[in-house]
């Protein structure tokens, strides 16, 4: 089975502070993906990988960044937590395979900023 | 990516099968039709994934129609434990387009 791991379940972090949210998986897949999801916006793609120190902005990527320095680690870096990062964080990961590419998500982080 | 469309509710019987319907009526020759499933404060779980012929894992089954407008995801015999948000989504291969939407809040009772 897959498994998608992320470092928290629950963080609270005060505005202005450097967050990092790690998420590591353990099958070898090429894409890493991070999502926020809130209440009546669906998920919402933030940064997407594809390879080892590649990246790609997704739809909402201001006020984050990401690294990826091993194929089984996507991490996700608020370099300045605000009140509006407040959300459900999800990492996922997906091989390609002939025309499929199913994802596979973490549990979540949920993050309070205050 | 073509849009689905499910109801945002339905109740089942603990024991019974679930039949949790999806229409994709625009849905492109490329398109796979994917079921996950969102328990509260969780991350979204696979279920199943077809193009054109009815699938079946040890989660549940999926049924796509022959004209592939729609679909039903089965779960045989439903339990508390179903009890979730479980969304449709048509997709291609195109990483950067995986749209979750409302799906449909699955209530089982005993």
């Known amino acids: 089975d897959v498994k998608v791991t992320q470092s928290s379940r629950y963080l609270v972090k005060r505005t202005g502070e450097k967050v990092f949210l790690e998420c590591v998986q353990d099958m070898d897949h090429e894409n890493m993906f991070w999502y926020r999801q809130d209440p009546g916006l669906g998920l919402r793609l933030i940064y997407f990988?594809?390879?080892?120190?590649?990246?790609e902005k997704g739809d909402i990527p201001e006020g984050y960044s990401v690294s990826r320095e091993k194929k089984e680690r996507f991490s996700l870096i608020l370099e300045s937590a605000s009140t509006n990062q407040t959300s459900m964080y999800l990492c996922?990961?997906?091989?390609?395979?002939?025309?499929?590419?199913?994802?596979?998500f973490g549990p979540g982080t949920r993050l309070l900023v205050l | 990516d073509a849009k689905t469309t499910q109801p945002p509710s339905m109740d089942c019987a603990e024991g019974r099968a679930a039949n949790l319907p999806c229409n994709h009526s625009?849905?492109?020759?490329?398109?796979?039709v994917y079921w996950y499933r969102q328990i509260h404060s969780q991350g979204p779980q696979y279920i199943i994934h077809g193009l054109k012929n009815n699938e079946t894992n040890e989660m549940a089954s999926l049924i796509i129609t022959e004209d592939r407008k729609s679909s039903t995801l089965i779960l045989p015999h439903a339990t508390l434990r179903d009890t979730a948000v479980y969304y449709c989504?048509?997709?291609?291969?195109?990483?950067?387009?995986?749209?979750f939407g409302s799906g449909t809040k699955l209530n089982v009772k005993p």
């Open positions: 989504i048509a997709l291609s291969y195109n990483f950067n387009k995986f749209y």
């Open positions: 625009t849905i492109s020759g490329n398109e796979y």
């Open positions: 996922a990961s997906s091989q390609p395979d002939d025309g499929q590419e199913t994802q596979y």
């Open positions: 990988s594809y390879d080892v120190k590649m990246k």
